[in-house]
């Protein structure tokens, strides 16, 4: 059975650093290309980057270029997202998603594509 928890959000000051953990289970991460995606209230879901199963990774927002990296784990089958130099509009809910893409590819999907996704983690920029 595919899962995918996120955790490690929290409230955090304009200027702190977070960082995002995505636990997967059911799958490898050799095969399949990770997402981190998030919503704020009223807002569309944002695509921010991922990182393909040949462990490359690639930015979906600008928003967040020099700011957000993403690596992964694959002995502890996690996949981080490290935020810094957080700003008030990255306020939102955070999701991890997956979708197979095969052995060592480096394509990453467009959103709709990921076929799972995790229940997603607060995360709160506020002085």
């Known amino acids: 059975q595919v899962q995918l928890v996120e955790s490690g959000g929290g409230l955090v000051q304009p200027g702190g650093s977070l960082r995002l953990s995505c636990v997967v289970s059911?799958?490898?991460?050799?095969?399949?290309?990770i997402g981190w995606f998030r919503q704020a209230p009223g807002k569309e879901r944002e695509g921010l980057l991922c990182i393909s199963s040949e462990a490359g990774s690639q930015y979906y927002s600008k928003s967040v270029k020099g700011r957000f990296t993403i690596s992964r784990d694959n002995v502890k089958n996690t996949v981080y997202l490290q935020m810094n130099a957080l700003k008030p509009e990255d306020t939102a809910v955070y999701y991890c998603?997956?979708?197979?893409?095969?052995?060592?590819?480096?394509?990453?999907?467009?959103?709709?594509?990921?076929?799972?996704w995790g229940q997603g983690t607060q995360v709160t920029v506020s002085s």
């Open positions: 059911g799958f490898t991460l050799d095969y399949y290309a």
């Open positions: 998603a997956a979708v197979f893409t095969g052995y060592g590819s480096m394509l990453c999907p467009q959103g709709d594509d990921y076929k799972y």
